[in-house]
């Protein structure tokens, strides 16, 4: 079965930080990203990881989030430090290609 779970969203407050992941399977584990998409607006992209860990980011995170990979457990990883409200947001993972999109995880920042 292909799917994609995200987990670990939830309320933090500002300035806080939150790891999510992202466990794959029926897929093989290439490239994968995170997106979001917050009330009102376009789904966007917030990190990319490539089969080979090469990662870029939207200029609106880098410096405040990570993007990681373990192969060895099909997961991929977003560590979101210095959280704005305005990162709040539902966070997808989905494969390169786009082809496989997880059901989302809410993410809150809020006081």
């Known amino acids: 079965q292909v799917q994609l779970v995200e987990s670990g969203g939830g309320l933090v407050q500002p300035g806080g930080s939150l790891r999510l992941s992202c466990a794959a399977s029926g897929i093989i584990f290439n490239g994968m990203g995170w997106y979001r998409q917050a009330p009102g607006k376009e789904r966007e992209l917030v990190a990319r990881i490539s089969t080979g860990g090469i990662t870029n980011y939207a200029d609106s995170v880098k410096g405040r989030f990570t993007i990681s990979r373990d192969n060895a457990k099909n997961t991929v990883y977003l560590q979101m430090n210095s959280l704005k409200s305005e990162d709040t947001a539902v966070y997808y993972c989905?494969?390169?290609?786009?082809?496989?999109w997880g059901q989302g995880t809410q993410v809150t920042v809020s006081s």
């Open positions: 989905a494969t390169w290609s786009g082809s496989v």
